[in-house]
């Protein structure tokens, strides 16, 4: 899967699969690999939900500049401070130097402590905050702590009824073959 695949009105996945990690975490084997699921929103701004592994960020952003073309990124949702949903915040504040992350108030300190970022780079948001991209793509915000870290979150398109869940209901392997459960082997993913 190396383009970006629309998910719903205005929404695109643009995730990576990772065939070369072999432990999540240096510890849980990944026999099937795993997946880095960022997704696209575009209204009359473009926002970003989570990132990607900073090794795959090129992948990332071909998908990503299939969509927008040359329009600028607004905002990149951080759900997650994990490098696999955070891994790109550096160069993509270097391709978009207007760029705003949008997280919780614990959300802005590990930026500030991984990536540099300050306080004038970061969107901080509440719980059920919402943020209008014009267009009919508004989003709203959900603390999810304890999720995985303390600062998880998830972030719900309103209009097309999208919720990106972060880690709640994930689980380990690569996509190959699709992202709708009618296009993957669903009986792995039972047996996991």
């Known amino acids: 899967m190396h383009e970006a695949v629309a998910v719903a009105k205005g929404i695109y996945w643009v995730g990576v699969n990772d065939h070369e990690t ?7 084997p990944l026999p ?16 970003l939900v989570d990132t990607v592994k900073s090794s795959f960020f090129g992948e990332l952003m071909d998908k990503v500049r299939s969509v ?15 490098p696999d949903h955070s ?15 949008v997280g919780n108030s614990k959300t802005l300190e590990m930026l500030k402590s991984f990536y540099g970022l ?3 780079d970061v969107l901080v948001v ?7 991209l014009g267009g009919g793509h508004a989003l709203s915000f959900h603390t999810i ?15 097309e009824g999208v919720l990106f869940s972060c880690d709640a209901f994930g689980g380990f ?13 669903m009986e792995y993913y039972e047996d996991e």
Do not use: Q
């Open 126 to 132: 509440k719980d059920g905050d919402r943020l209008d």
């Open 173 to 185: 392997g690569c996509l190959d073959g699709g992202i709708f459960d009618d296009e993957v082997d």
């Open 118 to 120: 300050g306080e004038r």
């Open 32 to 47: 099937r690999g795993v997946s880095y699921n960022s997704y696209l929103v575009v209204g009359d701004e473009a926002l």
């Open 22 to 28: 072999d432990l999540f975490e240096a510890y849980w």
């Open 68 to 82: 927008l073309g040359g329009r600028p990124l607004s905002y990149v949702v951080v759900n997650h401070m994990e």
């Open 87 to 101: 891994g790109s915040a550096r160069m993509l504040k270097a391709l978009y130097p207007g760029l705003k992350f």
């Open 145 to 159: 702590p304890m999720v995985h870290w303390p600062e998880t979150m998830a972030t719900y398109h309103e209009g």
